[in-house]
């Protein structure tokens, strides 16, 4: 209850979890369609389909390194409308592509933008939360990252499944950054939670017995 009263009086906390679910829905379709669509659009196996999440894992890695130069030119929402954009871009690659080539290339993109965006919303979720809540926060935005991650992996999969993989995918790309607009309305730049929720953390027990043993022994 303390988290989620704290997350409900907490703008920027429903900020990061608002854009997060936003990004992860549409996101969520590489994922649900990336064998299938090394199988029959590519014609490949196995070696090719560890090859792409492998690509995905480097833009992963790329970005990490990236990100405190990015930060430095970019504001938090700024940041997670571009790494948006980025992964949609990658998404409407795969999603044409016929050769490994340029489903390499879409899937290096593709992991640029998840990680960018993770990284930075999950930042933002951390700093909002003070030490006597945050873990129960972190764990309500993980609801929201997780549960549009599972929604968005069953929706984009039954419409690869009826519409067929190249529209399935070229639709995430496009739902995606039709949300990354919207959700730019939701400020993820906000330093400091509210004053009222930002209540002291009970003193551990160590430290009041430190406290007390000198006046103890002057007794």
Not at 33 to 55: F, S, T
Request: positive net charge.
């Amino acid at each position: 209850r303390a988290g989620m009263r704290f997350v409900r009086h907490t703008p920027v906390m429903q900020s990061a979890m608002l854009r997060s679910a936003a990004f992860f829905f549409a996101a969520a379709a590489p994922w649900a369609m990336l064998p299938l669509v090394v199988r029959e659009q590519l014609q490949r196996g196995a070696g090719v389909y560890g090859m792409l999440l492998g690509l995905m894992g480097v833009g992963g890695v790329t970005a990490g390194m990236m990100l405190p130069q990015i930060r430095a030119r970019l504001s938090r929402g700024n940041t997670v409308f571009v790494s948006s954009v980025t992964a949609c871009c990658g998404m409407a690659i795969l999603g044409l592509s016929r050769h490994w080539l340029p489903a390499a290339a879409g899937m290096l993109l593709f992991g640029t933008g998840w990680v960018t965006a993770s990284a930075v919303t999950q930042g933002v979720a951390q700093l909002a939360a003070p030490a006597w809540v945050r873990s129960r926060a972190l764990a309500i935005f993980q609801l929201a990252f997780n549960g549009a991650l599972v929604l968005g992996t069953f929706f984009w999969g039954w419409l690869g499944t009826v519409a067929g993989l190249t529209p399935a995918l070229l639709s995430a790309a496009a739902t995606g950054l039709a949300l990354a607009i919207v959700a730019r309305a939701f400020n993820l730049d906000h330093e400091h939670a509210p004053a009222a929720t930002q209540a002291a953390e009970p003193p551990q027990p160590e430290a009041v017995a430190a406290e007390l043993l000198p006046v103890l022994h002057k007794a």
